[in-house]
């Protein structure tokens, strides 16, 4: 999977569309294939519910406003005009009423007995595993315009996708894949803005401007991660060789003219795509709340001490991201190699990581709920393992080693994505009830015999609590005929996405053979 990858600082640059197509389309159908095979059908939480609540109300009654429910009490609350609304944000909604429109229109063309919400439900299930599995696209991309070879950076997709929290949380209804691949969206956007020339670079800026826009729609948290952002657009225009205009206009503003258009393209490019996301979050809490500036939180606090929420999620036995993504300790190691090479995206990455992390840390439910591992932690994931790229090149013996914790990670991955985490968590809780100590959150996460990492491990020996429902789906109504034309499709989403990167190995030996002949002929 980690294969060896050599590039060049540009290399994205000179990969064109048609070579990197066909291992994309690996990517993707690899991935998806692995998450539809241990889908479950349902969303496993709360948060999921109540997003799926507005993502029905859009479509089906045209409205933001949904019924109050008293198990979700958390999450549906109490607005304008005694109405109810979700607390979470409108991004994540507004793009999961596609796949409830398409429910409704497949049911209506084939005449199925399913039960129509039951059938809603079961396509909104999907939603995450298709936006991870586009989400390793991207990865991918970025990878190669990082000076990664294709093979290297399908590897470092994979990885992405398979051994870290991505894989677990693909198949719930959290808002944390939606959020990751809009800011990979906007990541991607600025490198190709930085890399090409001529007008085609202003599209790749608003490409990034939309992407950062939409993830604050989607997560308003999302906000504090615009000045690094910001600072990267920046740069990227100052240094850019059709940014010297601007750089002579700092250098002696007195003197310089012609600078404007490059500015104003620049801004209009990132702005308005940006701009009209976060018009459209200020309508959402005007509609729901009344202020543009109340999104629903209202009680709910950054204050944890930093280093409590810090030890929380770093080191201790039931919430620590070296322990459910392994191969962040080897990027750990080989970010000084990334900073030498890429120094404005290695400070662009750790930024967005250190500000998700810390801002988690502060966050008073640090732990993230009743989840699986640091869920809050997985938008800074896809930026840690991109770190890798230049160590793996240049380290067999790091290679060596990323397969080792990518095995660890995989095993993890398996545990989060085959066992339900609610009935521990519920068993847990209530034997801390009935023992008069009160809420087991955090405290279960400090101590190893109550790790969710050993009792899922147990479970899953036992086989019990299993939540996979792919071999299984005339449970939920699907007649003998649909489940088998699932599996077969499954199957051919399998083959052809292996297919796809396992010519890419032919395609390449095909191309140095060429590339010798002509040499011969010369």
Known sequence: ?????RGTRDAGREEGWRALARPA????????????????GTFYSSDGYALYATAKALPLRHTIVVPPDPALAWQIVEGRDGLYFSKYGLGQPLLAAIPILLAKWLRELSGSEIYDQALYLYAVSLFNQVVTAASGVLVFLLAVRLGNGRRLAVGLALAWGLTTLAWPYSKMFFSEPLFTACLLMAALGLLAYRQETGRGRYGWLALAGLGLGYAVLTRVAGALLLPPFLAYVAWATLAHPEGEPLRRLLRRPERQTGWGREAIAAALAFGIPAAACLALLLWHNVARFGSPFDNGYAGERFDTPLLSGLAGLLVS??????????????AVVGWPRFWRERRAEAALYASIAAIVLIQNAKWWSWWGGWVWGPRMLAPLLPFVILGLGPLLRSSAAARGA??????LGLAMALL????DFNPYLVEVHTRYEQAGRGNA???????????PIVEHARRLWDGRDISVITFDLQRIGFSDAQAAGFLVALAVIAVVGVWALV???DEAKGMRGERRRTEMIS
């Open 1 to 5: 999977m980690l294969g060896e990858g």
């Open 25 to 40: 389309a690996g990517v993707f159908l690899t991935l998806l294939a692995c998450y539809l095979l241990t889908h479950g």
């Open 317 to 330: 036995p039931g919430k620590s991201i070296f322990l459910y993504t392994p191969l962040t300790a080897l």
């Open 402 to 407: 990323a397969w080792a914790l990518g095995a």
């Open 416 to 419: 989060g994505s085959l066992v």
């Open 441 to 451: 959150d955090p405290d279960i996460y400090w101590r190893l015999s109550t790790s």
């Open 503 to 505: 010519g890419m190995r």
